[in-house]
């Protein structure tokens, strides 16, 4: 209390604007404890300046280790070496604590009498597809409790959908209650890896940390569960995955792409690569030279389709980043019209029927897009899923799911054939390991089909010759 009374004390020295500033942090213990655990300060700091001004000048409120108020000093007056934390950094922090906040009253609302923390969780398993924005940010409240745990989870809970899957890939009608049970527990897995890839890389950076240094050893690209899963869906939010753990990823995916040998794979790093490129411009250069590379290392092996292979994925990926801005209008418009569709079975009149769709809102375009489970052996598939890639790459978790609302018009209940189609998928994929849409290339010494009358490897299949 003596700290408290002389903070309180000392505030004339300060400015009407800045002593609201102060007031709001001595009232909120919550934030100042927030901003002094994430501020990153030298270990042996008894004492912290936070800049409510500017940084250099102040004025400064001082505070202990443990976020005791001591006194606030005016602009020009020594910190006497305390370790300053800028006022850009604590309004970011507590914009970040007010999310959170947030987030925990939405839990609060979508909790039911008698039912705790566990038991919300319990949604991943069991609403599928139809997990809302709501909920999923109900569960998200409590990520900085779950840390890695969702996923550990995931890469079990991935497992088992693998080992469950060839048993029911010869399943082709669902009729006894037994074969019932298992097709939906099937999907509710599928689903359950597609939310926890999100939820656990909507993590706080520490967390992302443990699971960056985690991945450096483990063989595969963390994003390869959620991916090899074969929806559109699945692999933007392994690409946004790859972006949000950042760029210590880059080598990591380098080297599943540079020695993969299953399409899946390739896709999978591709993607990843130029998202992290894509959310974080300081490694965009690093990104597109790496997908780059891809190219020439295939003019050294022509004909052989791993490595043709991871030269078409580069260069579709590089395609996206070097024209994101007109591929994402063109993915807005594609969500646009898939929202038209999905609401058409409403009768005129319904808040969620669009006749036009240049009446739907951004933020329902960008869902349908991103929570859009396509199969990517198809080519038209596969070029949402390219021309999407800028927006999954900058978006936030709670952007793959629709609001509740939204969900109850336009989505019935689960039918087995949702399921049982999405299965079939996968026996095209132990068919098929080249990339489906892998162009045949012609040989070195071939004329060059663009018509240049020099041979191939002179012209557009010279390394470094620029894509058409």
């Known amino acids: 209390m003596p700290h408290a009374h002389h903070f309180l004390g000392r505030l004339d020295r300060v400015k009407r604007a800045h002593t609201e500033f102060a007031l709001n942090l001595y009232n909120d213990s919550e934030g100042v404890k927030f901003v002094l655990e994430r501020a990153h300060l030298p270990p042996e700091a008894e004492r ?91 569960v998200s409240a409590f990520e900085s409790m779950l840390g890695v745990e969702p996923f550990l989870l995931m890469i079990d809970v991935g497992a088992d959908v693998v080992k469950n899957r060839p048993m029911l890939q010869r399943i082709r009608r669902a009729t006894s209650p037994e074969t019932l049970r298992a097709v939906e527990g099937q999907d509710r897995l599928e689903w359950a890896v597609a939310h926890l ?94 997908l780059q590379a891809q190219r020439a290392t295939a003019e050294k092996h022509p004909g052989e ?18 024209d994101v801005q007109r591929r994402t209008e063109q993915t807005y418009k594609a969500g646009r019209g898939m929202c038209v569709t999905y609401g058409e079975h409403l009768p005129e009149g319904h808040a969620l029927r669009f006749t ?49 609302d939204v969900v109850r018009a336009w989505f019935g209940a689960w039918s087995p054939e949702e399921t049982l189609f999405r299965l079939q998928r996968f026996e095209k994929a132990g068919r098929k390991r080249e990339p489906a849409r892998a162009e045949a290339r012609p040989g070195r010494n071939d004329p060059c089909p663009r018509g240049s009358g020099k041979k191939y490897k002179k012209c557009h299949g010279a390394a470094g010759a620029a894509p058409e």
């Open 356 to 404: 036009r769709p240049e009446d739907v809102p951004d933020p329902l375009a960008r869902a349908a897009v991103l929570s859009f489970d396509g199969d990517v052996h198809d080519e038209q598939v596969q070029t949402i899923l390219y021309h999407a890639l800028g927006i999954a790459a900058r978006a936030s978790a709670e952007d793959f799911y629709f609001p509740r």
């Open 48 to 138: 912290i300046a936070l800049a409510i001004g500017d940084t250099k000048l102040g004025p400064f409120v001082i505070v202990t280790r443990d976020g005791r108020f001591v006194t606030c000093l005016g602009e020009g007056m020594s910190v006497g070496g305390c370790p300053i934390v800028a006022r850009s950094q604590i309004d970011s922090l507590l914009s970040r604590l007010a999310e959170k906040r947030a987030r925990r009253e939405v839990a609060a609302r979508e909790m039911r009498p008698n039912e705790d923390e566990d038991d919300l969780f319990q949604r991943i398993f069991t609403r599928g597809k139809r997990l809302t924005r709501e909920e999923f940010l109900a």
């Open 305 to 322: 389709m791993d490595y043709v292979g991871r030269a078409a994925f580069g260069h579709w990926a590089i395609e996206t980043m070097d």
């Open 197 to 290: 890839m999100l939820l656990s890389c909507a993590a706080e950076r520490a967390d992302l940390d443990v699971l960056l240094r985690s991945s450096k050893n483990a063989g595969s690209t963390p994003s390869y569960l959620c991916s090899v899963q074969l929806g559109q869906t699945f692999l933007l939010r392994g690409a946004w995955a790859a972006a949000r753990l950042g760029k210590g990823l880059l080598p990591i995916y380098r080297a599943v792409l540079e020695s993969a040998t299953d399409w899946v794979s390739m896709l999978d790093a591709a993607l990843g690569i130029a998202a992290i490129g894509l959310r974080h411009a300081a490694s965009f250069d690093d990104a597109r030279r790496i």
